[in-house]
């Protein structure tokens, strides 16, 4: 059982910057890949990156790439993102997952813990 904790999120405008954490439970965070999703209101939960259990391959949805950055401290259990030039479009709450598959993956089905997710609102 792993328990996942996001923060960072928060009210910023448009070109601006905000870094989300994911701190998660237990001994066991090194052994699961890790995901960003996010969900705006009346929209379907979507992919925005993710990166492996060492933290050596990343993977980024084409919307965010280039603009955020995923990281991985597993010392510390913790994972983050980083996101940069922020767009009105990128308003969302956003979640962070875990999945058992070690390795990247996109879809929500691969990912078997969930945060409770955290708001993201950026402004023209």
């Known amino acids: 059982q792993v328990q996942l904790v996001e923060s960072g999120g928060g009210s910023v405008q448009a070109g601006g910057s905000l870094r989300l954490s994911c701190a998660a439970s237990?001994?066991?965070?090194?052994?699961?890949?890790m995901g960003w999703f996010r969900q705006a209101p009346g929209k379907e939960r979507e992919f925005v990156t993710a990166i492996n259990w060492s933290g050596g391959s990343t993977y980024y949805g084409d919307s965010v790439k280039d603009r955020f950055t995923i990281s991985r401290d597993n010392a510390k259990s913790t994972m983050y993102l980083q996101m940069n030039s922020l767009k009105p479009e990128d308003t969302a709450v956003y979640y962070c997952?875990?999945?058992?598959?070690?390795?990247?993956?996109?879809?929500?089905?691969?990912?078997?813990?969930w945060g409770q997710g955290t708001q993201v609102t950026v402004s023209s």
């Open positions: 997952a875990a999945s058992r598959t070690r390795s990247l993956a996109t879809m929500t089905q691969l990912y078997d813990y």
């Open positions: 237990g001994r066991t965070f090194s052994t699961y890949a």
